[in-house]
């Protein structure tokens, strides 16, 4: 009776003892990594019956994100609400980019409350080289060479504008743009393999701004 009872202790604790040694169960692969961002409002200016709010966008998360679009709802003072967006694009893991939203309000603003949504690169690829014009003009004509290095130009073209190219054979890269209007600003930036390279800004009347250089 008493080999009985030390025997089947002996196979309770084999028992136990197997389990607890077992191998463990493979998990589910990890899915792709989500862009991630933090958004903050530098500076809103209010003058002469506009609004500029003044964002700053940092990619806090581990993949390269293509646009990130803000959608903006202000409150004035009258309880009138003014929406729209502003679009910072072209950023690379651990970088921050700024953008300025403008419209007109004549009350002081009292709230403000943003949303936004991010595009990734296809493939998480950033492309090879990047133009971009920004600016409060309404058009500009562009000139920038291309990927083989010839000269293009588009004439009146709405803002923002950008061009990208997967591969760029030529070393030179360059761009200008020159502002179709009577007042406003214009800014050309160009992004070599995601990363800020060349940018130029002017402001005023058929103002022109030219970023280039050998990459």
């Known amino acids: ?79 009138n609400q003014i929406t729209g967006d502003v679009t910072i694009s072209h950023l690379p893991v651990g970088e921050s980019r700024t953008a300025m939203a403008s419209f007109k309000a004549e009350n002081e603003i009292v709230d403000l409350l943003n949303a936004y949504e991010t595009t990734r690169y296809p493939g998480d690829k950033v492309p090879a080289v990047i133009y971009v014009v920004t600016g409060t003009a309404a058009k500009a004509s562009v000139t920038y060479t291309n990927s083989t290095g010839g000269i293009e130009q588009i004439s009146a073209v709405s803002l923002p504008w950008e061009k990208s190219f997967s591969t760029f054979s030529d070393d030179y890269v360059s761009i200008s743009a020159q502002n179709q209007g009577e007042s406003g600003t214009i800014e050309t930036v160009i992004y070599v393999d995601g990363k800020e390279f060349k940018k130029s800004s002017s402001t005023g009347e058929y103002v022109i701004a030219s970023a280039s250089g050998t990459r």
């Not at 197997?18 to 500076?43: K, L």
């Not at 003058?47 to 709802?73: F, H, M, Q, R």
Request: net charge negative.
């Open 1 to 79: 009776m008493k080999k009985s009872l030390i025997l089947c202790l002996v196979i309770i604790g084999l028992l136990i003892l197997a389990g607890c040694t077992s191998e463990p169960q493979p998990s589910e692969p990890a899915g792709p990594a989500e862009p991630e961002v933090s958004i903050e409002v530098v500076d809103i200016i209010q003058t002469a019956g506009y609004v500029s709010i003044l964002y700053k966008v940092v990619n806090t998360g581990t993949v390269p994100i293509a646009a990130c679009d803000i959608e903006y709802t202000a409150t004035d003072e009258a309880k």
